[in-house]
Nanobody, 121 residues
Framework: QVQLVESGGGLAQPGGSLRLSCAASGSIVSVRTMGWYRQAPGKQRVLVAR???????TYADSVKGRFTISRDNAKNTVYLQMNSLKLEDTAVYYCNAYIRDIRAPTPSDYWGRGTQVTVSS
């Protein structure tokens, strides 16, 4: 069974930095696109950034120039470096990955449980 486990959330001051990590494990054949989404209280879950297996990246306009997504394919891990944090970055951040499981003929979407990021002075 495939699992995504996030780490690195917490409390930061405005202008500060945090780094999120998400490791995929289990019966993995291949990991395709990996990404981060976030959901603030009372709002829908939205894309923050994603990275393809060929390391093409996409960012939400609200985080461009401040956040950087990267991945280590050998470790099936995706990272999100968050700099110049703002109050509005406060949310639960979810890891997402499109993974081919050894037991399935086609890839599927997998989600982590989420990690809280709070930006507060």
């Amino acid at each position: 069974q495939v699992q995504l486990v996030e780490s690195g959330g917490g409390l930061a001051q405005p202008g500060g930095s945090l780094r999120l990590s998400c490791a995929a494990s289990g019966s993995i054949v291949s990991v395709r696109t990996m990404g981060w989404y976030r959901q603030a209280p009372g709002k829908q879950r939205v894309l923050v950034a994603r990275i393809s297996s060929g390391v093409t990246t996409t960012y939400a306009d609200s985080v461009k120039g401040r956040f950087t997504i990267s991945r280590d394919n050998a470790k099936n891990t995706v990272y999100l470096q968050m700099n110049s944090l703002k109050l509005e970055d406060t949310a639960v951040y979810y890891c997402n990955a499109y993974i081919r499981d050894i037991r399935a003929p086609t890839p599927s979407d997998y989600w982590g449980r989420g990690t809280q990021v709070t930006v507060s002075s």
